[in-house]
């Protein structure tokens, strides 16, 4: 095999190699789902929470929730936090407010340039998040009554159709400490599991 040949296969797996190399590195840009989901959180000893997730208003978040569900993330974790009148919390697998999901999404509500008409009115689901408004992975609270103050800052993404009668036994029920919202690890209501309807 003379020189030129040789040049010329070591060009050609070269360049095939760098073809492969950007081939392979191009991510495809995840789908964002739209229109109305629907989910149930089944609660050990409560009963069953039906919810509707709205894509069009928040695609990112309910995209994120509905694949966490999907990989069942949820299933076994519990509401760490009760306020009364206020909110219940749940979805961290630490069980004490610091711990989420691997992802962080962008934070969907006006004061983060989204236009999000959902109002934080009692049954509406919505993201915590830290102080960062792209914080949010996969804690999410109830609101228990309406919490125009939410609205703009936090990333509601759908309500509660059935089942606030379970929410309100579960805060009326469930042990919570001096500070009027923690809940110790073995009085945190238990979510079996949440299960996607559609």
């Known amino acids: 095999m003379d020189k030129k040949t040789i040049l010329l296969i070591v060009g050609v797996v070269v360049i095939l ?44 978040t309910v995209t994120n929730f509905l694949d966490l569900v999907d990989a069942k993330f949820y299933d076994g974790l519990t509401f760490h936090r009760i306020h009364p009148e206020f909110v219940i919390q749940g ?62 800052l936090y990333a509601a993404f759908g309500h509660v159709t059935e089942g606030m009668d379970v929410i309100d036994a579960i805060v009326s029920q469930t042990v919570i400490e001096d500070d009027g919202e923690t809940v110790l690890y073995e009085n945190q209501p238990v979510i079996e599991k949440i299960v996607k309807i559609d």
Request: proline content about 3%.
């Open 17 to 60: 190699g760098v073809a492969l190399f950007f081939g392979t590195k191009k991510e495809e840009k995840k789908e964002m789902l739209t229109g109305k989901h629907h989910v149930e959180i089944v609660v050990r000893d409560y009963g069953t929470i039906a919810v509707e997730l709205d894509a069009d208003s928040a695609p990112i």
């Open 91 to 152: 979805g961290d697998p630490d069980h004490n407010g610091t711990g989420g999901s691997s992802q962080k999404i962008k934070g969907e509500f006006s004061q983060n340039g989204v236009d999000n008409s959902i109002s934080h009115v009692r049954g509406t689901i919505s993201m915590a998040r830290g102080n960062d408004f792209n914080s949010a992975t996969s804690q999410f609270f109830i609101v228990l009554e309406d919490a125009p103050s939410l609205d703009g």
